[in-house]
């Protein structure tokens, strides 16, 4: 009897292990045809609302949501398992009933039969696999003569150790179609030069594929071009790749002034141009930078910078909680505290915030989801704000991930005093129970102590994948005038650097160098990359990202306010100090710097958008009294120049090396003296100067750095 039973059971077990290996995955078979159809696209059912009271995931980036929805919602009536050949959901995807959509596919297809034995077989959700990764052949490709094609190979890899070429489920998206198109199959067309990316996404996984095609039409000479450092070996060979001429090195005084601008948020004084120009000696321009990264000058600047990017603002009415703030990010500047430590303190400081400075940034949040949005976007450079109401359509990041980092930040009390209490939580809206505290990314905290203990410990940890790219992109950015990826708080797949290697490089000597921000910004500063002309040769105006020259920066609101008062000699009042980049609060500044294009802590700004002047500020700047008070002020720079009877070229060239780093040209020099001294009275000479002086305020020249 023993022996019949147990035989039943090998047989029974036999079976099960045959249909086992016939049977159709939910989540990887089933929602990636979905995906590959667009059924669950944002323009289809994807929708926050759905279609036709149909709604699935976007992207299928919640399987179980898909399930329910397809299984049981509807009166179960989109299965049909006594004849699965009418059931709803292949009904309407072959068009046999009427659909919105058309015919997804025909009823003979791959996709109908697979839905078809996935109902024959019950329609259940078995689990039978995960998805680990996707893997894509080429992962990069170099096209030397367009148009060309090549085709993509996609393997997925499942924890069974089960491996899948699933090109034809894959789907591609390429980001501009007109210079790249991708057919069903991966099979992908390149037809205009330059670099360009293609993202395939299967199930919860996407990857990018970087092509680069030839921009210029030669192979430029890139061992003629100077070397600074590791930098310019990788930013050189995609110029290469992209056949694209580095721009000669900048002259010494648009370098004086560039760097100068960049490190300090000043302009050199005309003493300094001098002398720098004059300097004969080697390795001067290293020097410069050394001089700079030591001055009290590059502390006030780069504090305000970490102030803009941490948001400072006064929370509720009170001033000394932002001061507190502001003074805090000083020391820690002037102390050369790594970046880890400050943001450890952020995260944790609890305490008066009259006095723990730190603690000021959880007041800015009426809520934990704020706040955790906040974070992953000043200090981890992702959007997880995305993953809100559902999983994140671009990138991996689940409603789990960011309801899991509110939930790290529920407990704070958020007065003049913050502490952690007992029994904060915030509500996950698709269990409607208390959200699990969680790492973006990572393993759910225990439930011990204080989570944001471990989010700091994970946040700042050398393995962490974010944390140092995060700020090394920020910082090459506001250095170069353009990130490595753009927004730069938008790192996700789907939106690869234009340099991989380098900005890992970058993270990896940010890291290496104790997350100090001088090393770094050294190390960009005496790059030959950094050091570039603005007027290229070949190719400039073709190039936008890939750094053979120099990109003009628009200069910040409260630097380009300071320079005007520097220029003209008249200091502004912005509530106890002088200077616009020592403002703390920008929520309260004056209405000024708003005309010239003010980031408030509400914005985030990128490089290449900052003080953009609309046609308000142009006005300002061209009629208004942001210029002009200064310029006709009787104690102002150039009316002290004429009480002193400079001659009308002593007053030129004083005012080009104040405002532009630089004495102007023999023809410009010329043109303007021919045009003032012709004046009939002094009076008119004197008004002539005034507008001289507004031209100079008003050149790209000047309200750029470049």
Known sequence: MRIAVSLVLVLVCSGATAVAADAIDFDTEIVPLLSKAGCNAASCHGSSAGQAGFRLSLFGGDPGFDYRSIVNEFE?????????????????????????????????????????????????????????????????????QLPVEFQLDVVAHFDDGAVRHVKKEAVYISHNEDAVSVDAVGRVTVRQPGQQTVIVRFANQV?????????????????????????????????????????????????LRRVSLDLTGRLPTPEFVKQFQGDNTLNKRARLIDELLSSQEFIEYWTHRLATQLRVQT????????????????????????????????????????????????????????????????????????????????????????????????????????????GGEVTHPRTGDAAVAKLPGAEFVKDEGDPREAFADWLTSGENPYFAKAMAGRIWESLMGRGLVSPVDDLRATNPPSHTRLLEHLADEFVQEGYRLRPLIRTICNSAAYQRDYHAGDGKSIDDRFYSHAIAKPLLAEVLADAISDVTGV??????????????????????????????????????????????????LMNGDLLNKKIQDPNGRLYRLLMAQRSTGEIIEELYLRALSRTPTKDELARWVEQIDSAENEQLRATRLEDFLWALLNCHEFSTNN
């Open 76 to 144: 179960g009536r989109r299965i049909n398992h006594r004849s699965p050949s009418d059931s709803l959901l292949l009904a309407k995807a072959t068009h046999a009933l009427d659909h919105g959509g058309g015919e997804v596919f025909s009823y003979d297809s791959d996709p109908a039969q697979r839905l078809m034995r996935w109902i024959e077989q019950g329609a259940v959700r078995r689990k039978l696999r995960i998805l680990n990764k996707i893997s894509v052949t080429p992962t990069s490709f170099a096209a030397i």
């Open 207 to 255: 990857q990018a594929v970087t092509i680069v095609s030839p921009l210029g039409m030669h192979m430029p000479a890139l061992t003629a071009s100077p070397r600074g450092n590791w930098i310019d070996d990788t930013i050189n060979t995609k110029l290469a790749a992209l056949r694209l001429a580095p721009a000669a090195a900048s002259g010494d005084s648009a370098f």
């Open 315 to 422: 929370p509720g009415n009170d001033d000394k909680a932002a001061v507190a703030l502001y003074d805090w990010l000083r020391a820690q500047l002037a102390g050369e505290v790594g970046w880890d430590q400050i943001a450890r303190e952020l995260v944790l400081s609890t305490g008066d915030s009259h006095t723990v400075g730190a603690a000021t940034v959880h007041r800015y949040f009426p809520t934990a989801r704020e706040e955790a949005e906040y974070m992953s976007e000043t200090l981890m450079g992702v959007r997880l704000r995305c993953a809100n109401c559902h999983n994140h359509p671009l990138d991996h990041w689940t409603q789990d991930d960011y309801h899991g980092l509110a939930a790290v930040f529920a407990g704070i009390e958020r007065g003049q005093v913050v502490r952690l209490i007992a």
């Open 571 to 620: 200091a502004d009042d912005y509530a106890g100090t002088t200077r616009a980049i020592n403002v703390v609060d920008r929520t309260v500044s004056a209405a000024k710097l708003e005309f010239l294009g003010q980031c408030l802590p509400s914005e985030t700004c990128q490089a290449d958008q900052v003080g953009i002047r609309g046609i308000s500020g142009q006005l300002h």
